[in-house]
């Protein structure tokens, strides 16, 4: 089959406020084939800023649009998607956000071959088997710690068995502040939940600001410590995580989720000491490059989780690409009440079973389904016209 048209779809709640909570819009990417089956994806980033990156002029040849990579292509096998993913990024070696643009279509490339061939996308990438995962509910830290007790309890009464909390005021007061507002998560969660804690990068470079929180965090009972500094701070991050070894404190680092690229991820990896790597599908550039880092992972021996803070598309995406790592157990399940988190996809998403687990489906494809209902409600409208001439311009799904 052939690539015929790439759509790209704006969707965004009515109001969009500084809160740290990537559910409040989203770029979405359905793919055509002259068969006429589609596929779906989602991009973890500015959407407008994606969407030019599929209909920019060229300005040489190392900047051409994503669209020009793709429409015409033949995608009849995996191979194909792997191909079509490099293509794309050679055609846009110079364009800076073209990871987390071309996601989208790496994700729907791998939703319209599911389709074609009548095989979920795990099984596609050689997987033999999908394994059920643990959802952890991933959530915002609430203004302060009665709040954040109340959130904690309401995740309890919806029978999750895990939870992150992030954001918010952690780190922005004092450790005892700090404190407060992780014993308050498990006071609410008691203490068979497992809790998480994502810092937000908020400590830059200072390690001995993130040791502290570590030290005092673990007495508490958290799994890890998400993101106490930036990416691009590899070297501080093996400093904590070193000291943590070595005095024995009992708690994991994890970041990864600014990788926006393999190299980037492989980097964390090999030399900032983490214990677990979390990889967004929609920044790094799609299921073809977080399945390279979750069989890297697996190499080193470190934890593969997926970063996720989108719809049921995007949880779908993510799963999708450690299914079959029955040591990967863990998966982020955003628990918000966005309606883009479950309307986009309603009424198929990745549902917990009885026993509060998850996998990824045997359908074709993703397996799940997108709400155009969802899609035209939430919709925004675009032109994108230079000297006249419209590069783009939006229509309903």
């Not at 055509?32 to 040489?60: F, K």
């Not at 009849?76 to 792997?82: C, G, I, K, M, R």
């Given at each position: 089959m052939k690539i015929e048209e790439i759509d790209l779809f704006y969707v965004?709640?009515?109001?969009?406020?500084?809160?740290?909570?990537?559910?409040?819009?989203?770029?979405?990417?359905?793919?055509?084939?002259?068969?006429?089956?589609?596929?779906?994806?989602?991009?973890?980033?500015?959407?407008?800023?994606?969407?030019?990156?599929?209909?920019?002029?060229?300005?040489?040849?190392?900047?051409?649009?994503?669209?020009?990579?793709l429409i015409g292509e033949t995608l009849d096998s995996p191979e194909d998607v792997v191909r079509l993913r490099t293509k794309a990024g050679e055609y846009g070696l110079d364009i800076q956000q073209l990871d987390h643009a071309v996601?989208?279509?790496?994700?729907?490339?791998?939703?319209?071959?599911?389709?074609?061939?009548?095989?979920?996308?795990?099984?596609?990438?050689?997987?033999?088997?999908?394994?059920?995962?643990?959802?952890?509910?991933?959530?915002?830290?609430?203004?302060?710690?009665?709040?954040?007790?109340?959130?904690?309890?309401?995740?309890?009464?919806?029978?999750?068995?895990?939870?992150?909390?992030?954001?918010?005021?952690?780190?922005?007061?004092?450790?005892?502040?700090?404190?407060?507002?992780?014993?308050?998560?498990r006071d609410g969660l008691g203490s068979g939940a497992k809790l998480m804690v994502d810092?937000?990068?908020?400590?830059?470079?200072?390690?001995?600001?993130?040791?502290?929180?570590?030290e005092k965090f673990a007495e508490i009972g958290v799994v890890w410590l998400e993101e106490p500094l930036r990416t691009e701070e590899v070297g501080a991050y093996r400093a904590l995580s070193d000291r943590v070894r070595e005095n024995d404190i009992d708690i994991g680092i994890a970041g990864g989720e600014g990788a926006d690229f393999y190299r980037s991820a492989d980097d964390m990896m090999t030399n900032a000491g983490l214990d677990f790597v979390q990889i967004d599908v929609g920044r790094i550039g799609g299921i073809t490059e977080a399945k390279r880092v979750a069989d890297r992972a697996r190499e080193l021996g470190i934890q593969y989780v997926n970063h996720t803070f989108k719809s049921h598309l995007s949880v779908a995406a993510s799963i999708h690409v450690f299914a079959g790592f029955e040591e990967f157990?863990?998966?982020?399940?955003?628990?918000?009440n966005s309606p883009l988190v479950l309307g986009l996809t309603e009424p198929t998403g990745v549902f917990?079973?009885?026993?509060?687990?998850?996998?990824?489906s045997d359908a074709s494809g993703l397996g799940v389904q997108v709400n155009l209902d969802a899609i035209r409600k939430?919709?925004?409208?675009?032109?994108?016209?230079?000297?006249?001439?419209?590069?783009?311009e939006s229509r309903e799904p």
């Amino acid at each position: 089959m052939k690539i015929e048209e790439i759509d790209l779809f704006y969707v965004a709640l009515p109001a969009i406020t500084r809160t740290a909570d990537g559910t409040q819009d989203s770029l979405v990417v359905r793919i055509r084939t002259d068969n006429g089956l589609v596929g779906w994806g989602e991009c973890d980033a500015s959407p407008l800023v994606s969407m030019t990156a599929y209909v920019m002029p060229m300005s040489h040849s190392n900047i051409i649009n994503i669209s020009e990579a793709l429409i015409g292509e033949t995608l009849d096998s995996p191979e194909d998607v792997v191909r079509l993913r490099t293509k794309a990024g050679e055609y846009g070696l110079d364009i800076q956000q073209l990871d987390h643009a071309v996601a989208g279509a790496d994700i729907a490339m791998w939703d319209a071959l599911g389709k074609h061939l009548g095989e979920p996308v795990w099984k596609l990438l050689g997987q033999s088997d999908s394994y059920k995962k643990l959802p952890y509910a991933s959530v915002l830290f609430g203004d302060d710690p009665a709040e954040t007790k109340v959130i904690a309890e309401s995740i309890i009464e919806r029978e999750f068995r895990a939870a992150k909390f992030g954001w918010g005021p952690m780190g922005r007061g004092s450790l005892d502040d700090d404190v407060a507002l992780v014993q308050a998560a498990r006071d609410g969660l008691g203490s068979g939940a497992k809790l998480m804690v994502d810092a937000g990068v908020i400590w830059g470079d200072d390690v001995d600001a993130a040791y502290e929180r570590a030290e005092k965090f673990a007495e508490i009972g958290v799994v890890w410590l998400e993101e106490p500094l930036r990416t691009e701070e590899v070297g501080a991050y093996r400093a904590l995580s070193d000291r943590v070894r070595e005095n024995d404190i009992d708690i994991g680092i994890a970041g990864g989720e600014g990788a926006d690229f393999y190299r980037s991820a492989d980097d964390m990896m090999t030399n900032a000491g983490l214990d677990f790597v979390q990889i967004d599908v929609g920044r790094i550039g799609g299921i073809t490059e977080a399945k390279r880092v979750a069989d890297r992972a697996r190499e080193l021996g470190i934890q593969y989780v997926n970063h996720t803070f989108k719809s049921h598309l995007s949880v779908a995406a993510s799963i999708h690409v450690f299914a079959g790592f029955e040591e990967f157990d863990l998966i982020e399940y955003p628990a918000g009440n966005s309606p883009l988190v479950l309307g986009l996809t309603e009424p198929t998403g990745v549902f917990r079973d009885p026993d509060g687990l998850v996998r990824a489906s045997d359908a074709s494809g993703l397996g799940v389904q997108v709400n155009l209902d969802a899609i035209r409600k939430y919709q925004r409208m675009v032109k994108i016209e230079i000297d006249g001439e419209v590069l783009f311009e939006s229509r309903e799904p």
